[in-house]
């Protein structure tokens, strides 16, 4: 007798556990959140500077900033106010307060703007949507309040020449985008001094950093 109780209990706790295995229902992930990976076209459009695509200063808070998934869903609407904040909203320039919002323009793909909402994750605006503009990177420059660049890999020069005499940068002043010819753009500073700076490198690539406001 005492040895069929072990035996019993052995094969008591052999039927538990296969009932478990047989209930424990399998990981799903939630199909309804779309995963942000990237190809690796979708890396290189992520490099290129195609343009952007901007929140019109005609924005009203009333109004809802809707975003798309690839397959056109809804991905995420809002309105954005002076206390908005979202973590899966943090595109090339974000200020609530000043309705600002700037997202990096991919491409174009079957009536909607390809954009970057973050740094992982691509989704999609209406191109028809009339709260939105886009803007080549030459026009956007132009329309910020000024720009930063470095200095020794980009002095400030006379003219829009590499050979051109350069001059010292003035950290005490601000320098405003005026106007672009090919790959030089003219700023002035704050004493209406007239320099030409680089704003893209040989392959065309945006080397300044663009500021919203003072």
């Not at 491409?107 to 028809?128: A, C, M, R």
């Not at 132009?142 to 950290?171: H, I, Y």
Request: proline share 6%; hydrophobic share 30%.
């Amino acid at each position: 007798m005492k040895k069929i109780l072990p035996t019993l209990t052995l094969i008591s706790l052999c039927i538990f556990s296969c009932q478990d295995k047989k209930t424990t229902k399998p990981f799903k992930p939630d199909s309804n959140k779309e995963k942000s990976v990237t190809s690796p076209a979708e890396k290189k459009d992520e490099k290129e500077d195609k343009g952007f695509i901007v929140l019109k200063n005609t924005y009203q808070q009333k109004d809802w900033i809707k975003l798309y998934n690839k397959d056109h869903s809804e991905w995420k609407s809002f309105q954005m106010n002076d206390t908005f904040n979202d973590d899966d909203v943090t595109p090339y320039m974000i200020k609530p307060e000043y309705t600002l919002l700037v997202f990096k323009f991919l491409g174009n793909e079957n009536g909607f703007y390809k954009v970057l909402v973050n740094e992982n994750t691509i989704k999609y605006i209406k191109e028809s949507d009339p709260l939105f503009l886009y803007q080549t990177t030459q026009e956007h420059i132009l329309s910020v309040f000024s720009v930063g660049f470095n200095e020794k890999e980009n002095p400030l020069r006379t003219m829009p020449d590499s050979k051109a005499p350069s001059q010292p940068l003035d950290d005490d002043s601000f320098y405003y985008p005026i106007k672009i010819t090919g790959s030089w753009l003219m700023v002035k500073d704050d004493h209406e001094q007239s320099l030409w700076i680089k704003w893209c490198d040989e392959k065309g690539h945006l080397i300044l950093e663009l500021y919203y406001d003072a």
